[in-house]
């Protein structure tokens, strides 16, 4: 079975054991929060990093990757919300308080989150060492002051820690998605803390680049100067070139540091694929191919 | 020390080692949240269950009060939110999305749910296995489709399933006090259910009866036929004495509900003890003095 497979029905899983009884529409908007899905990419990384690292309880590991999904809907349930980005559409379809309602939208993120707690919770009996670490390590990686929710409170303040605000905002849950791969497999996951915090520079500086050459092609405007809705962007610092080279700098980082172990070379490969995926079609032909 | 200081002293300690870093103003949201509190109900049901159970890990039996404490202050801020009670007025000040902003108080909610799982997962070292019981409860009874998430979700629906209504939106924190106490001292936390079941049953009838009294000193409106905010009433359901006397029963029923245990005087007093406080002075005048 494939990684994606394999994370869809522990999805499907979870959601069938969860809806059913209790108010039918929340139960409806927190399937509807959580599939179809993304590219899943938070939790496809844990379960190779716990294959690396020699995995040997599937139930742990499968329920770690859908907390940590669970986490990241939940969280775009609530950044989708008016008071936030005030976003209409979410993977191509309405977002969960326009298609419900924003009551039901803030529900639905609450009981997700606490959602991925039952979730590890009730797969830790005989291991339950590795189930603690798991949760304390979601539960910090998501909340504050230096989870997802500092990331986004970064953004009510006047001044801005931009460090500390990007290894929040996107960095946390690759780091949450790493770490708890070694962690399910009870290995220990400070070695693994760089690959996720790399891994999290490149989909920031991926996002940045598709929004600039997103600028350039469909809004007209100057790339490399404006700063979208006043957020910080790798191209405006470095320009178009710079920060592709960036990306490349990153993503090489990221496979160097890689902590030896059985799995090192799938994991590598998995890393340039993933890369292969975020780097905007118009980026690669800005920059040399390297060694090829 | 008292239950009280007790309760004060661990959530300070809490509040004082989550906030500094991160952004400030989520920081300081939180802390607003929970501080000053309210009467802590929920966290001294808690401890004083686990007490009557021969309470022998102190420093997760507070942190399991904490916790709960912690969703119960979550649920509040998100429920007082625009798109849900809209209430500008919490505890005697301003609400927090008021106090601070609608994306602070989305995001105070979410932080404060997440701190409640760090802060089991950090005291549970060396009684793992607690740790995990109390994280499966807490997540269970706050979330859907049987906690306090889906109560809240109920009001989102058509037809409303009252029983499942009210067990899920008053009576689900109560039972995870009396069974998080249990679990915290090592006990089996099913007998504990239904004290839980009855103390949050007598918190709902004695909301109705302050309600309906409320109405009728205060807005003149008549009693025992309105049903404010078209939510269902023990008042409308059994008029005001009615109400009153089934106050009085599901106390006693409460009451005789608390397992053999070393501490059971002790904890029935308390239950009286809080009976005391939670029946409207009006009500009193209403009933006869059982039993004096």
Request: charge should be negative; hydrophobic fraction near 45%.
């Amino acid at each position: 079975m494939g990684l994606h497979q394999r994370i869809e029905e522990a999805i499907e899983r979870v959601l069938a054991a969860s809806t059913g009884a209790g108010p039918e529409g929340l139960g409806r908007a927190m399937r509807y929060a959580v599939t179809p899905g993304g590219a899943r990419i938070r939790p496809t990384i844990l379960l190779s990093v716990a294959a690396a690292c020699g995995e040997d309880q599937p139930e742990l590991t499968d329920a770690a990757a859908v907390a940590l999904e669970l986490i990241h809907c939940a969280s775009l349930v609530h950044d989708d919300l008016p008071c936030f980005d005030d976003a209409d559409l979410r993977r191509g379809k309405p977002s969960v308080h326009v298609a419900f309602s924003q009551p039901l939208a803030v529900l639905t993120g609450d009981a997700l989150i606490l959602k991925a707690f039952e979730v590890i919770a009730g797969a830790s009996t005989g291991v339950e060492g590795r189930g603690l670490k798991l949760t304390a390590h979601l539960a910090m990686r998501s909340g504050a002051p230096h989870g997802i929710c500092a990331g986004q409170g970064w953004e009510s303040e006047t001044e801005i820690d931009l460090t500390a605000y990007h290894k929040a905002k996107t960095g946390a849950l690759f780091c949450a998605a790493t770490q708890m791969g070694a962690i399910a497999a009870g290995q220990d996951p400070a070695p693994w803390e760089d690959l996720g915090s790399l891994i999290g520079e490149a989909f920031q500086v991926a996002d940045d680049l598709r929004d600039a050459l997103c600028s350039q092609e469909e809004l007209g405007k100057p790339v490399g100067q404006d700063d979208l809705n006043g957020r910080p962007s790798a191209v405006a610092q470095y320009g178009l070139e710079g920060a592709a080279r960036r990306l490349d700098d990153i993503l090489a980082g990221a496979i160097a540091s890689i902590p030896s172990c059985p799995g090192e070379a799938a994991l590598a490969g998995l890393v340039r694929a993933y890369a292969d995926r975020i780097v905007p079609n118009a980026v690669r032909a800005l920059r040399p191919v390297p060694g090829e």
